[in-house]
């Protein structure tokens, strides 16, 4: 029979083997864990990897779902003023602000007036320009002013000078002030070169339908038109206009044409058309530039 010692040796052996084997099931778990937790990582690095390729994680802006609001027309009070034609406001938004438009003007006095309406600059006035147009507003009215500036007033319906649509609108392309100068500088541009298109109103800022064609170049230091574009051809008929003979206004300003007879017979607006690089090229002469372009 073993003694007691022999038998607590075998006993603490036991524990031992137990404790010893207890200690290596726990490794071998716990390399099968950290084995098991970097296979996820490279699972999860991959697809986040190609998730990325593909572009999930490009994060496009937030759409602006509320349309923009490009231009306010201020109402304008037809009882008040018996002068003014309500023809309705074109849109707030939607409207363009690129590009340009041709505008073309077709008067008793020569070959039409073209000019080209630059959105960008003025989308308001060209906006209200081709709403009037559309709704004939300036078809059979007068051009009542050969001003002293040196252009044709247009677009009053009344010939008062106080007429216009029921709203109006800000200004937008206002030219900077030249420096007042004694003797200006001979290559100095005019504020309104020969040819400008701009906008005018019986009240500074208020501006409606009303629009200057200028028939020779006019430089100021208080500039206070809009311009709206320039004259591209049939120049020739405004500087017809701007020569024949004036008499006195309603207020004394010897500014409106003798025989009041200088008239709009219509006046519409157009989306131009492509630029002649996209048509193909011939070998047909190249036509002489018209000499009435602005």
């Not at 938004?93 to 600059?121: I, S, Y």
């Not at 230091?221 to 309603?250: C, F, H, M, Q």
Request: charged content about 20%; overall charge negative; aromatic content about 4%.
């Amino acid at each position: 029979m073993a003694s007691s010692r022999d038998r607590q040796r075998k006993l603490a052996r036991a524990k031992l083997d137990r404790q010893l084997a207890r200690r290596a099931a726990r490794a071998r778990r716990r390399r099968q864990i950290q084995a098991g937790v970097g296979v996820a990582v490279v699972l999860v690095l991959i697809v986040a990897g190609s998730a990325w390729g593909l572009g999930a994680f490009d994060r496009d802006p937030p759409e602006n779902t509320a349309a923009e609001e490009i231009c306010l027309w201020t109402p304008q009070d037809a009882s008040a003023n018996t002068n003014l034609r309500d023809v309705g406001t074109p849109a707030t938004t939607g409207l363009p602000t690129e590009g340009v438009r041709t505008m073309t003007v077709v008067t008793n006095q020569g070959v039409p007036v073209t000019a080209e309406l630059d959105v960008a600059a003025s989308p308001c006035a060209v906006a209200s320009i081709s709403h009037l147009a559309a709704s004939s507003f300036y078809d059979n009215t007068k051009c009542h002013e050969i001003t002293t500036e040196g252009a044709v007033r247009c677009g009053d319906p009344s010939g008062t000078g106080l007429g216009g649509p029921a709203y109006s609108f800000y200004d937008e392309n206002v030219p900077t002030a030249a420096q007042p100068s004694a003797s200006p500088a001979p290559d100095q541009p005019a504020t309104y070169p020969k040819g400008t298109v701009a906008m005018v109103s019986s009240m500074p800022g208020a501006n409606g339908s009303q629009f200057l064609i200028f028939f020779k170049d006019f430089t100021t230091a208080d500039p206070t038109y809009s311009v709206v574009g320039r004259v591209t051809s049939g120049l020739d008929t405004v500087e017809k206009i701007g020569a024949l003979p004036t008499v006195e206004n309603e207020g004394g300003a010897k500014v409106r044409p003798k025989d009041d007879d200088v008239v709009v017979q219509s006046l519409t607006v157009t989306e131009s058309a492509p630029s002649p690089a996209t048509t193909p090229t011939t070998t047909s002469p190249t036509p002489a530039a018209n000499s009435s372009a602005g």
